[in-house]
């Protein structure tokens, strides 16, 4: 077989499974947003052909409806608060362990390190017993505290990786200009890591708009539900209409799936960037 011709048997291969992995992704999303425009009697009969006629007014009802609009402001408060302490604390403890010697320093980055070993739900019954001792069941401190721990051996090795990528030259003519340590953290490593914490930023807002059983064992009160829970008590409710169900799913999948379309470029660049520096 001629080179030419085997690359061209191998990007056909190439072409059929990145179709055949677009098609799993596309064809349930294009069931949901379709069937939301169609009653129960149309995804009984055809469950597979296009609404007719269009029913928008399972869309409409919830999109009217504080169902919809509480959860939505919900996670948003979190995953915003979560993002901003946590990128902050770990910022910070990246900066002392990429600038600074002293000793322990790579055994306590070990240790930041070794929680990425530990999944979420192992520690969900101490965890929980812990926030009901100090008061933060019902309180979106609840949630924001625990994501920004369960996130920061991620975030730490990431910044860690770009922070050492910076000249040590620059942080001397800091020095020698009068900067303080925490003067050269804040005025130039902070502004020369912007794609670092553009990347992690992303990584922990997907992270915190996706959780699902930390809000579910916090939350007793309805006020406080974000999206994913409201995606289940709203499924419990309306059990037995399916296409409202299939509207209010499509209607929480919107705002994720247009963050990530918009940060997907930055995340991807942010990510390729830190291993080619690392």
Not at 162 to 181: M, Q, S
């Given at each position: 077989m001629s080179p030419r011709r085997d690359t061209r048997v191998k990007h056909f291969w190439l072409h059929l499974v990145a179709i055949v992995v677009g098609a799993v992704i596309i064809v349930p999303v294009a069931f949901g947003v379709l069937g939301g425009f169609k009653d129960n009697g149309q995804l009984a009969t055809n469950p597979f052909k296009l609404p007719d006629p269009w029913v928008p007014e399972n869309y409409t009802s919830i999109l009217g409806s504080s169902a919809f609009w509480r959860p939505l402001f919900n996670s948003t408060l979190i995953a915003l608060a979560t993002v901003v302490l946590l990128v902050l604390v770990a910022s910070m403890a990246a900066y002392v362990f990429a600038r600074f010697n002293f000793r322990g320093r790579e055994f306590l980055y070990t240790l930041f390190a070794a929680g990425l070993m530990f999944?979420?739900?192992?520690?969900?019954?101490?965890?929980?017993?812990?926030?009901?001792?100090?008061?933060?069941?019902?309180?979106?401190?609840?949630?924001?505290?625990?994501?920004?721990?369960?996130?920061?051996?991620?975030?730490?090795?990431?910044?860690?990786?770009?922070?050492?990528?910076?000249?040590?030259?620059?942080?001397?003519?800091?020095?020698?200009?009068?900067?303080?340590?925490?003067?050269?953290?804040w005025k130039i490593l902070l502004p020369m890591a912007r794609p670092a914490l553009a990347t992690v930023s992303v990584l922990a807002i997907v992270t915190s708009w996706n959780n699902f059983m930390l809000p579910l064992v916090v939350f007793t009160d309805p006020g406080w539900w974000t999206l994913p829970v409201g995606v289940q008590q709203f499924q419990g409710q309306y059990a037995d209409d399916t296409a409202r169900v299939l509207a209010y799913v499509v209607l929480a999948m919107l705002p994720a799936l247009g963050f990530y379309a918009i940060a997907e470029r930055q995340l991807v660049g942010g990510l390729a960037s830190g291993a080619t520096k690392g």
């Open positions: 999944p979420f739900t192992v520690a969900i019954l101490p965890l929980f017993v812990l926030l009901r001792e100090l008061s933060l069941l019902n309180s979106p401190l609840g949630v924001i505290l625990p994501q920004v721990a369960f996130g920061l051996p991620m975030t730490i090795i990431i910044l860690r990786s770009f922070f050492r990528t910076i000249p040590g030259e620059v942080e001397e003519a800091a020095i020698l200009d009068g900067c303080t340590p925490f003067g050269f953290y």
